[in-house]
């Protein structure tokens, strides 16, 4: 049963909640439409005073120059062996860990447990972590990028209660027909767990394609560091200050410019937001997941 | 009698490991992974108190005792750094803590569904945006005839490097921090709205109770619990402004606000020099009080309500 009874206050107010929240989504898709646009613009548009939003006159300088850049593509390929390797390992580690956690009959189990939530919340830092990289001889190898972050324990934990929580008759059932843990994992417990399985490749693969820093820290040689970092020096390196040294600058082509720039941006962006709609699905269901046992 | 219980426990451990040696042997690697990347780091550590240096490695070098820690406290940049981490997670507190549990709110108050999603789904995006393209972002429209400064001068204000300003710095940084995280943190407000009976609105209804009252007096009790859990663990978290963002957002003009602890271990420790004892010391020390500090606020959390993080 519904009633009508708005007030003049709740009108007010209702027209409060959907002016705000339309000025959040402006506050979001306005400064995107401004670097798309400015991306296929020439430089005079460009520099003209005001808002660019949308596109009067078009110049696809920017991309060309994007696509001449080896380094950029270099970059892109790297980012997608690290994301595929990073996550690819993510997901066997997470499961071979959560499996064995989710066994009530475990000897210790809550030592295990506490062993690895302490890593949640203490770590050695970052210069003992960067020497242990060194000492173990992994400089500027892509598994500078993909092990030291391998597992998380909030995934690895969520995994785990999702395990814990499917029927153990069918496991009972399957050991009965003589089978063993490594095949219940894969046969049984995996094809179950497949929308978890999903919200932990996405989350591990989202992190990868958008990591830079432990690049920074661990790849020396240029050919083989990712986009993200790629896209620093171009990006950010290059704007700090542009009228200070402008002695090297002035040999520099006009169209290592914004418009490059935001060319950059574009293509880095373009895979997440093709999957955006699987991203967004399953990353409220982490979270939620997350949250429910805290 | 303690001595007659480990064998014991033992010998459990030995008949459950024959009984589920697939078991064990797929857990090896996982439990080796947590022992290398975050145990052996805890190890190396150590180096905070010895005088580390490479040709002695971790357990060779010399002791000094808390030297560097002394050093540190004493030093010019340990009121700056530490000032510049607890204004900056102060200013994250303050603003980016109440800002999703307001758009939660707001959102809940749609009927609309479809705008309801629209705005949900456009609000998510930034989450997904690497931090570095977030910061391209920041840096090209703080530039000179950039987007903010067309928008500064469009009300009548003048074109500035605002990043080259250290009385900007905060104020860029929280702000599009909060942008950034704002749509996706509303996700677990709102499933703590969808748990509210919907009976208590109706009868609130019935009562002629208006959106804003009832807002007041059924949707905040309801959500409160889920407010209070999150608040306690931001105090927890105090201590800890991750050093990324700051590393691409600032430069040299503006290190008087924007240096923090964790971007002073990377500069001094990776990046400028390589004072390895030295920085991991600062950056033990971050840890410490952040450990601290979470374990007060878990206590804290247990005490006001019944939750707590472990």
Redesign the interface.
Known sequence: MKIKNRSVSDRIYLTFVYVVLSLLCASIVLPMMQVLTVSVSPVEVINSYGFHLFPTRFDFSGYREVFRNSLIWTAYGNTIFRTVLGTALTVLLTFMGAYPLSKKSLPHRPFWTALIVFTMFFSGGLIPSYMLIKNLGLMNSVWSLVLPGAVSVFLLLIVRNFISALPESLEESAKIDGAGELYILWKIIMPLSMPILATVSLYSAVGHWNAWFDSMLYIRDEHKQVLQLILRKIVIEGTIDPAAGGGTDLIEKPVNSESMKMATLVVSILPIICVYPFLQKYFVKGTMLGSVKG | MSGRAVPH?LS??WT?YKK?K???W??L??VL??L??????????M?AFKDYSIGKG?WGSEWVGLQHFRDFFESYYFWRILKNTLVLSFYQLLFGFPAPIL?AL??N??KNEW?KR??Q?????????????I???V???S???G?FN?IITFFGGTDT?L??DPSNFRTIYTASSI?QE???ST??YL?ALSGINPELY?AA??D?A???RQVWHITLPGIMPMIV?LLILRIGGLMEIG??KI??LY?PNVYDTADVI?SF??RK??SESAE?SY??AV??F??VV??IL?LGANRLSKAVSD?K??
């Not at chain 2, 789904?121 to 393209?133: D, L, Q, W």
Request: net charge positive; charged share 10%; proline share 3%.
């Open positions: 426990k459990l451990l459950n589920n697939a078991i064990y797929m857990a690697p996982v992974y947590f290398v990347f975050k145990y052996l780091p805890m190890y190396g550590a180096i971790i758009l707001l959102l108050e749609l705008f629209s705005v789904t456009v609000s998510y995006i930034p989450h997904f945006i690497s931090i570095v393209v910061c391209g972002m840096v090209d429209f530039a000179r005839g987007l067309t490097a990043l080259s942008w704002l749509g996706f996700i677990i499933a109706d209804r019935v002629g208006s959106r804003l859990i050093f990324e590393i691409l430069n964790s271990v990377y420790g990776i390895f920085t991991t950056g033990l971050q840890s952040n450990f979470l939750n993080l472990f």
